[in-house]
């Protein structure tokens, strides 16, 4: 997530004046530091810690809470609404798509807030990563092995590869495998009210926008034709809204 924080995320922050952030997945706090460093900002860190004490590092500062938790655990106990969310957890369906589901029943999202995810290309937007598989149910759980993923290749490396040293799903593609497929399968039931669209540098950024007002849609189309985003909205249903001058596709 760090990687999309000068070009995206902060611009995005400060022009819709954002306050309230939840960060889900935190490592050791790199990106947390730079959150907590815009002006009248306060983070809520998900993490449970498994690479850095985050609770000590953050003690004395008070822009800063941490919920030394998995992210669905925390997501059931929060109650505060935020203006953004960003996702950088476990890379799997089920995780992911589950942490949408409670943001959402739970309104933890304000109207005209954001999700960022990362992690909507290749490798882990149609192929599983379980940082602890024993975390995910069996029935949500693809065969997995501790080996590395080649571009272009649908299964496993069995000399290096990319992230070798994780436990990824054994086959990329199909149901219920990989974060944009999470996304996706989130906005089969929930797609009326966001809008969802990718900024295609890096491994990805996704960016859900929930609905609020006309407004909400040019605040979308700044960012498409600024980043040059993949929209995945039907044409059709944005003609609907919009004159022919204001097509995005």
Known sequence: ?????????????????????????????????????????TVTVVDP???????????KNKK????????????????????????DGDHNWYTVFNELKAIEEKSLLKAGGTIFL??????????????????IPESYRHPYARKGMERGRKDLSDSGGMNANHYN???????????????????????RKYYFFCYNRGEGLGVLIKKKSERTFFV???????????????????????????YPL
């Open 64 to 87: 800063i809470s941490v919920y030394k938790r998995k992210s669905l655990d925390a997501l059931r106990e929060l109650n505060q609404a935020f203006d953004c969310f960003l996702i």
């Open 1 to 41: 997530m760090k990687y999309f924080y000068e070009k995206a995320l902060k611009p995005f922050i400060l022009k819709e004046k954002y306050r309230d952030i939840c960060e889900i997945g935190a490592a050791g706090g790199e990106n947390t530091d730079l959150l907590a460093g815009l002006e009248n900002v």
């Open 169 to 191: 799903a054994l086959y990329e593609g199909g149901e219920r495998n990989g974060v944009l497929t999470a996304v996706e399968d989130f906005l089969k039931i929930h797609g």
């Open 49 to 59: 810690c498994h690479d850095a004490d985050l609770t000590s590092k953050y003690a």
């Open 118 to 135: 990362h992690d909507v290309r290749w490798p882990y937007a149609r192929r599983d990563m379980y940082y602890l598989p024993e975390d």
């Open 220 to 246: 979308f189309l700044v960012w498409f034709l600024k980043l040059k985003l993949r929209y995945y909205e039907r044409k059709e249903s944005v003609r609907k809204r919009l004159p022919p001058r204001f």
